[in-house]
C-alpha cells in the first residue's frame, strides 16, 4: 500500500524563512489548513529541538478550520558561509471519533496511516532595502499610533490581548532556556579545566619521583597531597638505610 499524501495544505508548503539579525529570538509562523470533511491530528517535529520553540507543536484541526503555529528561532551566532540543515516535518493522521488519548493515538498509528510534509529552514539577513525601510516605519509610527490610538483600542478583540500575553510568556521562557543552558555550559567547561590541569599536576609529581628528585619545588610545598606523597618518600628511604 503507498503512502498517503498529506491531507493539510501548509503555508509557506515548502521553506521556513527566518530574517535576523539572529541577536534575539525570531519567530516565523506556518499555517495549516484542513480542507477535508474529517478531523485531522497534526504533529511537528524537527531535527534541531534545542534551537526552536513550537507554539502549539500538536492538535486538531476541525473539518474546513486553519490553524497557525508559532516557530520560535533562539538567539545564535550567525555564520552567512554555513548552510543550514535544521528542517522540520509535520505529521498528520485522521482522528478517530470521539479521540481524547493523543499520545495512545501517535505511539499505536500505523505507518501506512501516517501522512507528513517536509520543510527546511532558510536564515536570511536583512537587506538595505528592508533596513530603509524598517527606519521609516519607526519614524512614521508615533505620528500613526497618535492617530489611531483611540480606534485601535476599541478595536482590538480581547482575545488578541489573550494571544500576546501567552505569546510573551513563551519568549520570556525560551530566554530562561537559553540562559540555562549557556550557564550549563560554561560550568561544565570549567570543570573540564579544573580535571584537566589536576591530572596535569599529578603526572609531573609522578615524573619528579620516578627521575629521584628528592624535595619539591616551592610551588609543590604548598599543596598537601604533593607534600604526603614526598614524605612518603623519605621515610621509605630511611627503611631502606636503617635495613642496610
Known sequence: MSKLDQIL????????????????????????????????????????????????????IDPGSSVS?????QPFDYDPNEKSKHKFMVQTIFAPP????????????????????????VFELPSEND???????????PVMNSVKAESSAAAVPVAAGADDAEMKKVLEKCKRLQAEMNKLNEENRQLKAVRRDSYTEGLAVSLRISKGKTRPSAGEQQDERTSSVWRMQDDMQKSVEIKD
Open 9 to 60: 495544505i501548509l503555508d509557506p508548503p515548502s521553506d521556513l524563512r527566518f530574517k535576523g539579525p539572529f541577536t534575539d529570538v525570531v519567530t516565523t509562523n506556518l499555517k495549516l489548513r484542513n480542507p477535508s470533511d474529517r478531523r485531522v491530528c497534526f504533529k511537528v517535529k524537527t531535527t534541531a529541538p534545542r534551537r526552536y520553540c513550537v507554539r502549539p507543536n500538536s492538535g486538531v
Open 69 to 73: 503555529i508559532s516557530v520560535m528561532l
Open 98 to 121: 470521539n479521540v481524547t488519548d493523543m499520545e495512545s493515538l501517535w505511539k499505536d498509528a500505523k505507518p501506512d496511516d501516517l501522512m507528513d510534509s517536509k520543510l527546511r529552514c
Open 131 to 141: 533596513k530603509v525601510n524598517d527606519v521609516e516605519a519607526t519614524r512614521a509610527a
